[in-house]
């Protein structure tokens, strides 16, 4: 055979995927006629894959629109697969009977173990998109996956290589759920670190006293950003990070818009926070982007550096104590929005440069310790994830369970699955032999497509 992706134990057999299951895809129904979307079939599209058990839909379908369109109707424990777009090759067992579109397929198996032929088809994802079709958007055909290799394991060996995987996988999300946790815990290590150090007295005042504040802009109309890079930035809320800028989607703007927008520039010295969208996001813009044009649902603070750190102002704006302040005034809409006036009313503890200095190079040094312990924690949630990969990529290998001279022959086994799917189809085609002759002038259609 000419498609063995590995060596495989003696005992098994590589063979095509088409040899142990039958493949189906579904079909969408006239949006034109609406009664045939309001039944209670549930109607599966690829994007509601996600390796997961789905027992409800976006979408439900009536019986008329399966009677007369190419959507299928899937049993219970059916496995199935995206064929194309952004989920493509992602999985999911179906919990309920349910009809898919056209984007998705199901994949029935017999004899075999599901879960067998599920985390086989993860193991091998890589090399199974490596074969889609098309240009415009490249898909995974039934052609494609038909003639896929397969691995046939005895059925015995089938469920203890499925109890093993799953034991393994249950200790590391085990361990992936400890790390989690773990970075939700030093999250609220530096958030309480940030309230202890900051309101620290009860002398208040207002910010006004301290900062002028002014908002962004946004693009004048009918105008776009620029194709390619110029030397005039555009900054958005969707860009601010970690008390920065993530500079991997920075948009631009041509020169005639900057002239437009240029009184509404942000520079490295100034402190920005977003007002609509994603509220409450604060930090300052790198000395590269200086001179940035700044969106209309973020505003800038200007103030005198004598009097007020810009360290201290933003840790101070993202500190629990102007977050609930921050939550108390924001106006309740369809699109919330933090007014800049009611920013200017917030209260504040006072605190004078030196001891502001004091509070700031406490909080960065807390802050070193907590990204430290974030990298390491990270790196440790990655490196256990991989061992999923790791642990399947052996499992095929024959390498996570021990061949038994008790188990069935693959040989017998495959003769049996043939039986199995013969019986199967000679069953379809009956169904299809016997569908009432109205449905049949409606729509001729073949299950076995």
């Not at 020169?255 to 509220?279: P, Q, W």
């Not at 106006?331 to 800049?340: E, G, I, V």
Request: hydrophobic fraction near 35%; proline fraction near 4%; include cysteine.
């Amino acid at each position: 055979m000419n498609n063995v992706l590995y060596k495989i134990p003696d005992s098994w057999k590589w063979i095509t995927l088409d040899e142990v299951s039958f493949t189906s895809s579904g079909g969408t129904p006239d949006r034109k006629i609406s009664n045939y979307f309001r039944g209670d079939i549930p109607w599966v599209k690829s994007g509601e894959l996600n390796y997961n058990v789905i027992t409800e839909t976006e979408e439900y379908i009536s019986q008329e629109a399966v009677d007369y369109s190419s959507a299928k109707v899937f049993p219970k424990g059916s496995l199935l697969i995206a064929l194309y777009g952004n989920t493509v090759g992602r999985m999911a067992f179906l919990g309920v009977d349910a009809a898919t579109n056209q984007a998705v397929a199901s994949i029935k198996s017999f004899i075999i173990n599901p879960k067998y032929l599920y985390y086989y088809l993860i193991s091998s994802k890589e090399e199974l998109l490596s074969k889609r079709e098309g240009s415009a958007q490249p898909n995974i055909s039934q052609k494609v996956l038909n003639s896929f290799p397969f691995p046939l394991a005895p059925i015995e060996e089938q469920m203890r290589i499925v109890e093993k995987i799953e034991e393994l996988f249950s200790e590391i999300d085990k361990s992936l759920e400890q790390f989690e946790k773990n970075l939700k815990d030093v999250e609220n290590l530096w958030i309480i670190s940030l309230n202890k150090s900051i309101c620290d007295n009860n002398n208040l005042i207002n910010l006004e006293s301290l900062v002028e504040i002014k908002g962004g802009k946004r693009l004048p109309k009918n105008f776009n950003y620029s194709e390619n890079k110029t030397e005039y930035p555009y900054i958005r809320v969707s860009d601010f990070s970690n008390y920065s800028v993530d500079e991997s989607n920075i948009k631009y703007i041509s020169k005639e818009i900057y002239e437009k927008l240029k009184n509404y520039s942000i520079d490295s010295e100034n402190v920005y926070i977003s007002i609509a969208g994603t509220i409450g996001l604060v930090g300052s813009i790198p000395n590269n982007l200086s001179n940035a044009i700044l969106t209309e649902n973020a505003a800038k603070f200007i103030f005198d550096s004598e009097k007020l750190l810009k360290d201290y102002l933003i840790y101070l704006l993202d500190s629990p104590f102007i977050k609930e302040q921050i939550n108390r005034s924001i106006k309740a809409t369809s699109q919330p929005k933090l007014a800049l006036y009611k920013i200017l009313e917030f209260k504040i503890p006072k605190h004078t440069i030196s001891e502001q200095r004091a509070i700031v190079e406490k909080l960065e040094e807390i802050r070193a310790y907590c990204n430290n312990l974030k990298d390491s924690i990270n790196e440790s949630y990655f490196s256990t994830i991989k061992l999923k990969d790791k642990i399947l990529q052996e499992a095929f290998q024959g390498k996570l369970s021990n061949q038994l001279n008790t188990d069935t022959p693959t040989t017998n086994l495959l003769n049996d699955i043939q039986k199995e799917k013969e019986q199967y189809l000679l069953k379809q085609q009956a169904i299809i032999k016997n569908r009432p002759k109205l449905k049949k002038k409606w729509k001729k259609k073949s299950y076995l497509s």
